[in-house]
């Protein structure tokens, strides 16, 4: 298998990490889908980071649904999927709001850093700004974390992956928004899944 995309894509990077998570080899490139346009396309013509090449040579484009193809492929021992129906749907519902999340921090960044400043959508940058508060607000009421430092399990699971990779994503591009709205709870378990080797082995 082959991952195709930047470690600063925290959906390529949650991808990286889960492979990694699930003992599942896999050879990484990294390609920007900005500036490796002509090698992207060749990837995949809608230059979509991450892009996964699998065994077989099928393009899979998405985090959500290649992650879900790598959940049927490594061993169920292995899956950062709960298998109880209420511990899987409190982790789908978290996961949801740090995807979000990931959303709305790469939107923000691209509306400061990618738009030229005479075509900048205030308005359009005011909602993201507003949604990006209230889905932190939310994850911070939401998580709670039991005696091993998880959220859903006794060992890593999808949804610490994505929550650890969205906050990152925000410290790193958007640090004003982490320095006041990130809660130190939120800062305190991101700053334990970095120090993992898990996460410094696809370290941004
Ligand atoms: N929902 C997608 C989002 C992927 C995404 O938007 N990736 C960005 C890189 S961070 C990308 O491909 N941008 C280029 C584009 O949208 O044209 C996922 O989970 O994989």
Same mark, same amino acid.
């Given at each position: 298998m082959k991952l195709i995309g930047m470690l600063d894509s925290p959906y390529v990077r949650r991808v990286a990490i889960s492979l990694k998570a699930m003992e599942l080899l896999f050879e990484h490139q990294q390609l920007s889908v900005f500036s490796d346009t002509e090698k992207m396309?060749?990837?995949? &013509? +809608?230059?979509?980071? &991450? !892009? /996964?090449? $699998?065994?077989?040579?099928? +393009? %899979?484009? @998405? !985090? $959500? /649904?290649? /992650?879900?193809? %790598? @959940?049927?492929?490594?061993?169920?021992?292995?899956? %950062? =999927? &709960?298998? @109880? /129906?209420?511990? =899987? $749907?409190?982790?789908q519902y978290l996961i949801g709001i740090a995807l979000t999340l990931c959303d709305k921090a790469v939107q923000l960044f691209m509306e400061y850093n990618r738009r030229p400043p005479e075509k900048f959508y205030q308005e359009w940058a005011d909602r993201i700004d507003e949604q990006l508060h209230i889905g932190l607000k939310l994850l911070d009421q939401q998580v709670t974390f039991n005696n091993m430092g998880y959220l859903v399990d006794t060992r890593i699971m999808l949804a610490d992956i994505t929550i650890a990779v969205a906050i990152k994503y925000i410290k790193k591009k958007l640090p004003d928004l982490y320095q006041e709205h990130v809660s130190e709870k939120l800062k305190q378990f991101s700053s334990e899944m970095e120090a993992t080797s898990l996460f410094r082995e696809f370290n941004f």
């Open positions: 396309k060749a990837v995949n &013509p +809608l230059m979509k980071a &991450p !892009s /996964l090449i $699998t065994d077989e040579g099928t +393009l %899979l484009i @998405d !985090s $959500t /649904l290649i /992650l879900e193809y %790598l @959940d049927r492929k490594c061993s169920a021992d292995c899956s %950062l =999927f &709960p298998k @109880d /129906l209420e511990q =899987f $749907t409190k982790s």
